[in-house]
């Protein structure tokens, strides 16, 4: 029987009753969760809770094993993830090396058949809100941590969607780029206005970067709110514990 009540279509993203398998291990637990249009949504959790796995079932790299995915009205629980209207940026640039930046940030594109005056155009304003103008015919090689993490950025940026998803974007930089890159992403939400999922095990990103933030544990959401709330009225012990204290 099916007792789900009716999907809220005016949401970016709906997640209902998501539940996913890895063998006999449940690793996300009939899980809820409503995004609104434009909303900054933070995935907090310690290591293994199930943030990757969240992201990815709403990108479409992974088959659920129940529930449903609704994004921008449609659902999506099927579809393929290059029909989904979403941009991943991951936590390795996974940036191809003999191409150039210009390259990486074209070649989804190029895949699409879009034309070339097009694709040309949206990498320029791509690079131009990134401040990346000067890296466009580099090599990822020749490129630092955070200018690999900003082309990253980029790729997602120039498919023109709703919906981002960054899956730990800043853990491998430095502290200092890490708080400088930080806010640029901050930056570019405030530009663009668009719906972003943003998983972290860093409390300070999450408490600086969000407008809510769900805090996991064992592929459970345990609170849901705005950094505020749970940082004075943590709901549970382990939420108190989790922003309490540094990782
Ligand atoms: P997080 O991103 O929060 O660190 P993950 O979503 O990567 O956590 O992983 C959640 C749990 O699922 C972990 O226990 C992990 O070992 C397990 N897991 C992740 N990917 C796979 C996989 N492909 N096959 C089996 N188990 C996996
Ligand atoms: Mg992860």
Redesign the pocket.
């Known amino acids: 029987m099916n007792t789900m009540t009716a999907v809220n279509t005016e949401s970016s993203i709906s997640i209902r009753d998501l539940t996913l398998n ?2 006999a ?1 449940q ?2 637990k009939r899980m809820d969760l409503e995004v609104a249009p434009g909303e900054f949504i933070v ?1 907090l ?12 079932c709403i990108a479409g790299l ?1 088959d659920i094993t129940d529930g449903q995915i609704w994004i921008k009205g449609k659902n999506v629980t099927w579809a393929e993830p290059s029909e989904r209207g979403i941009g991943m940026v991951f936590q390795s640039y996974a940036l191809y090396p003999q191409m150039t930046v210009r390259g990486n940030m074209s070649f989804g594109l190029k895949n699409q058949k879009m034309p070339q005056a097009e694709i040309d155009a949206r990498v320029a304003r791509a690079a131009e809100i990134l401040q990346i103008q000067p890296l466009l015919d580099r090599k990822p090689g020749a490129l630092s941590g955070g200018q690999r993490q900003r082309v990253a950025i980029g790729r997602a940026l120039v498919r023109d969607v709703d919906v981002f998803l960054f ?2 974007p800043l853990s491998n930089l430095d502290a200092k780029l890490r708080s400088e890159l930080r806010v640029e992403i901050k930056r570019l939400h405030n530009k663009l206005n668009n719906t972003m999922v943003y ?1 972290t ?1 860093d409390q300070i990103e999450a408490l600086t970067l969000a407008d809510r933030i769900a805090v ?1 544990r064992g ?1 459970v959401i345990q609170q849901l709110d705005e950094p505020q709330t749970i940082y004075n009225r943590p709901a549970n012990l382990f939420v108190a514990g989790f922003i309490g204290s540094p990782s």
Request: with cysteine; proline share 4%; net charge negative.
């Open positions: 890895f063998g291990v690793v996300l995935l959790g310690p290591s293994g809770c199930g943030k990757s796995t969240l992201l990815n992974l899956d730990e998983v095990h996991m592929g």
